[in-house]
């Protein structure tokens, strides 16, 4: 395994900056934006995408600090009911994926995207209850919409060689393992998780069940590093369907916090050790999004914490067993 970081929160170094700053670290890979709402301050697409030479200085620049590119990242909605909006996420989706595929880079990593609760509809309709009837009514047709997209996309991606790391993630059809395991089953293999355990812990699941669930059906594609903190004094009043502002910290349910800072050592030591049980070998990408300490200081907590956590080596021959 290895620690790798989605770069957004360093938006005010160059590329360059970036990676001198992270190797000093320790970081192995990076997980630069492209497009969507990570934007693209460090890997602009139009300046690489069908660009041999801009490809080849950026692998010149990746190798120079010991660096690799764990996924291109772009998370939008492609399914959102107003056709221009659709239409934008689309393009930098499938550009991503072309971009990826001339990277040698394996992964792009978004959002499922989410539709209105009807054809009329204008405004993106997350759907967490079956009754009243019409919101079941409306969940089909959202899963319907996603699925001719979704198929169409994964064949995209599988003429590409590149997978699609969906992020499980609340306003977003799949917000959860077994909506995303219902989607892969109706596109292809190369739909599968950008598993972030913060949107999950929240939402009450087990994160070393969910890493199971998933493992089981081979659809761990990338991971990110964020922790989430429930606050039970609001929590045990208003609950975790919280709409109170990110900012007003006091007040919320549950904040996204540095790793480490919302579930202990030993926990993230769980979690990368069943994250080996299933198989997954990949980057530990650290998103940022504390909004309790600085970018650096979380970014810097977290390779600490990691760093104690991941393997390094592949695991030797059992011995005591024969």
Known sequence: MEIGVHTPPLADESLDGALAYLSDLGVDAV???????????????????????????????LDEYGMRISALATHNNPLHPDDERADRADAELREAIRLAAQLDVGTVTCFSGLPAGSPSGEVPNWITAP???????????????????????????????VDIAIEMHPNMLVYEPHGLARLREATNDRVGANFDPSHLYWQGISITDAIRYLGERDAIHHFHAKDTRVYEEQAREKGVLDTT??????????????VGYGHDESHWKDVVSTLRLVGYDGALSIEHEDSLTSGREGLEKAVDLLDRAIFETQPGDAYWAE
């Open 31 to 61: 997980e630069p934006g492209v497009g969507g709402h990570p934007g693209q301050d460090h890997l602009v697409r139009s300046e690489y995408l069908d660009d041999e030479a801009a490809q080849t200085e950026l692998r010149k620049l």
């Open 131 to 161: 009754w009243p009837s019409e919101h079941a009514e409306a969940h089909d047709y959202q899963w319907e919409v996603a699925v001719e997209y979704w198929r169409d996309l994964a064949d995209y991606a599988d003429e590409h060689g």
């Open 245 to 258: 502002a990110y900012d007003d910290e006091l007040e919320r349910s549950w904040l996204f916090r540095s």
